[in-house]
């Protein structure tokens, strides 16, 4: 059993379900607690066996609004987080920003690895204007992530 932690960022609520629909699918095996990246101080992510973002973008492919309290406290705080193992996965909308698409969960991932986090994986996304469920393609993401941690 591994200790997980799942933020997420969000302005409309998709990732927020999102993240719900990971964590009850890996609370079978695993201790997962689940929470808004703005309910969360940066240095308090230390500690667990593994950290999973999921972020929509909006702006100029910025993170979304629950996530940019977090984003200013790692420029403030300077937090160490050497060590700490993150996963990333963003929900983008690639038609409609090809340009910014992701950009808002690349560039939560890009802060946390510069104050030395491990990014375990590939950065997992979703194209909300595409085929398929966010949920399927989280979930298959998910696996993926923690048959490299186990
Ligand atoms: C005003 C606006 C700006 C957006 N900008 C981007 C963007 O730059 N890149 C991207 O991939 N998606 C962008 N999106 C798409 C959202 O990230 C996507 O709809 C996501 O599912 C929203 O999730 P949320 O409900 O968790 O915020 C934008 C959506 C809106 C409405």
Same mark, same amino acid.
């Given at each position: 059993?591994?200790?997980?932690?799942?933020?997420?960022?969000? #302005?409309?609520?998709?990732?927020?379900?999102?993240?719900?629909?990971?964590?009850? +699918?890996?609370?079978?095996? +695993?201790?997962?607690?689940?929470?808004?990246?703005?309910?969360? +101080?940066?240095?308090?992510?230390?500690?667990?066996?593994?950290?999973?973002?999921?972020?929509?973008?909006?702006? #100029?492919?910025?993170?979304?609004?629950?996530?940019?309290?977090?984003?200013?406290?790692?420029?403030?705080?300077?937090?160490?987080?050497?060590?700490?193992?993150?996963?990333?996965?963003?929900?983008?909308?690639?038609?409609?920003?090809?340009?910014?698409?992701?950009?808002?969960?690349?560039?939560?991932? +890009?802060?946390?690895? #510069?104050?030395?986090?491990?990014?375990?994986?590939?950065?997992?996304?979703?194209?909300?204007?595409?085929?398929?469920?966010? #949920?399927?393609?989280?979930?298959?993401?998910?696996?993926?992530?923690?048959?490299?941690?186990?």
């Amino acid at each position: 059993m591994s200790q997980i932690l799942i933020l997420y960022g969000t #302005e409309t609520g998709n990732a927020e379900m999102l993240a719900e629909d990971l964590g009850t +699918h890996l609370e079978i095996w +695993h201790d997962v607690e689940v929470t808004n990246l703005t309910d969360m +101080h940066p240095r308090d992510i230390t500690g667990r066996d593994l950290v999973i973002i999921v972020a929509s973008s909006y702006g #100029e492919g910025d993170p979304p609004s629950s996530a940019k309290p977090f984003m200013a406290k790692i420029d403030r705080d300077l937090p160490d987080l050497s060590g700490t193992r993150i996963a990333v996965f963003g929900l983008g909308d690639k038609a409609g920003y090809p340009e910014t698409f992701g950009g808002g969960s690349a560039k939560i991932a +890009h802060a946390l690895q #510069e104050r030395g986090a491990i990014l375990i994986g590939e950065h997992g996304l979703h194209d909300v204007s595409g085929k398929g469920l966010a #949920e399927d393609t989280a979930i298959a993401w998910v696996d993926g992530v923690l048959g490299q941690i186990t």
